[in-house]
């Protein structure tokens, strides 16, 4: 069988499995800061994301400011304390581990969802979630890319939305999604830090593939 026509060179297929196998949800970062030219690549490339409609709903916010950076540390930090309290039992485990990097990282991004999403009815009237969808597509974008670059990315989820929006004077019906610590780092997990630390696994993929339809018994 021959190969698809409009197939890349292998070397070219290879780097683009490889970004996707060595992606890494980064925790731990250094001071160094993230050239101007790089940021603007690594935006573009998440602005190329696939969005349901082509309605575009990503927004990006740089944080610069370093009180308003430290201010955004503590609705994370406030969130991490009230969800290892909901963890229960585990709640000793999971205040051990690195869940954000705010106040380390050399570039923090908010990425957030438009305001007036409701007037986009293009493949959202029985899905309205497709807008989260294409804005996970820009970040996924955007998160390749860094790790093409060099670059560790963590996408940090623990903070209150109407909070951060508040803080960040966004209009009524936006809502950050994301705050994105961006920056150079040490080294790159050389497995997903989770996984690394006991905390899940990355389960097997014929666990998450049927066939035709929905099996009787699952987990």
Known sequence: MSAPTHRYPQSEIDAVYRAIRERRDMRHFNDQPVEPALLARL???AHAGPSVGFMQPWRFIRI????LRRAIHGLVEQERLLTA???GEREDE?????????LEC??????????????HVFGRRTLPAMDLASLACALQNMWLAARAEGLGMGWVSLFDPLALADLLGMPAGAQPVAVVCLGHVPEFYPEP???????AR???LQELVFDNRWPKETT
């Open 64 to 67: 610069s400011d370093g009180q």
């Open 193 to 199: 830090m989770l996984q690394r630390q006991h905390w």
């Open 43 to 45: 935006l573009e490339a």
């Open 94 to 102: 999971f205040m051990k581990l690195k869940v954000e990097a705010v």
């Open 85 to 87: 309290q909901a963890l």
């Open 202 to 204: 990355r389960r097997d």
């Open 106 to 119: 050399g570039e923090l991004i908010v990425a957030a969802l438009m305001d007036g999403r409701q007037d």
